[in-house]
């Protein structure tokens, strides 16, 4: 048995088994939430197939945006995303994660997002907002060095997650966008490009933070 994949104990599914097969009494909810934890754990499914789910739904939603189907798109975004945050957590769960497995899931999350954003500078372009799509642009660079910073951190033994623009943030703002773009059925009115303006700020403060905290960070151990 792997010593890493979370189970219950064995006598605790022997009496949930019994009561389900006798029917005497029902299931709780955190009873059927374990029910289907272990069924998943026991299944196939692995974190590199949910990594790869995200990427194709990402690129789903880069093709929405070129079709301007905004609601859609956000939607399918949405989705592709909850599977980049899911993956690394059924890897801890279930005990099947590999060391490429988080290597492709870090480098599949930079991608997808840089390939939505992408699109959406397109979009702008088109329309002849050079402003906005400089500043689409501006964001996928900034984006792509918030996670950099990160890892060079980690890498000279420095814990950064500090600033509020990780990956969450960043989508919550970016499905704003799209799901209230001109033309979406939520609004005839437009956030797509202040949800661009809000991420190339906070995105651009949130490495500034990095720097000077890996900075502060590196100072102090050197004093010690």
């Known amino acids: 048995m792997d010593p890493h994949r979370t189970t219950r104990p064995r006598h605790a599914r022997r009496a949930t088994g019994a009561r389900r097969r006798n029917g005497s009494e029902p299931l709780t909810v955190a009873e059927v939430r374990?029910?289907?934890?272990?069924?998943?754990?026991?299944s196939r499914l692995t974190p590199n197939a949910i990594s790869l789910t995200g990427l194709v739904l990402n690129v789903a939603a880069a093709v929405l945006v070129t079709q301007r189907?905004?609601?859609?798109?956000?939607?399918?975004?949405?989705?592709?995303?909850?599977?980049?945050?899911?993956d690394g957590r059924y890897s801890r769960m279930?005990?099947?994660?590999?060391?490429?497995?988080?290597?492709?899931?870090?480098?599949?999350?930079?991608?997808?997002?840089?390939?939505?954003?992408?699109t959406v500078?397109?979009?702008?372009?088109?329309?002849?907002?050079?402003?906005?799509?400089?500043?689409?642009?501006?964001?996928?660079g900034a984006s792509l060095m918030v996670?950099?910073?990160?890892a060079r951190a980690e890498a000279l033994g420095v814990e950064c997650k500090v600033g509020f623009a990780n990956r969450a943030t960043r989508v919550v703002i970016l499905s704003t966008g799209?799901?209230?773009a001109k033309g979406a059925s939520l609004g005839d009115f437009?956030?797509?490009?202040?949800?661009?303006?809000?991420m190339a700020v906070v995105t651009t403060i949130t490495v500034l933070q990095r720097v000077l905290h890996v900075r502060r960070e590196l100072n102090r151990a050197a004093m010690t």
């Open 34 to 42: 374990t029910l289907a934890r272990d069924r998943l754990i026991e």
């Open 147 to 150: 996670s950099y910073a990160r």
């Open 178 to 180: 799209l799901l209230f």
């Open 69 to 86: 189907y905004w609601l859609l798109a956000g939607i399918t975004f949405i989705v592709g995303s909850i599977m980049d945050t899911l």
């Open 94 to 118: 279930s005990g099947k994660g590999t060391p490429f497995g988080a290597f492709l899931d870090s480098t599949l999350d930079r991608a997808e997002e840089g390939i939505v954003l992408t």
């Open 121 to 140: 500078a397109a979009y702008f372009a088109s329309r002849g907002q050079d402003f906005a799509a400089a500043a689409t642009a501006w964001t996928i």
């Open 190 to 198: 437009s956030l797509l490009a202040p949800a661009i303006y809000v």
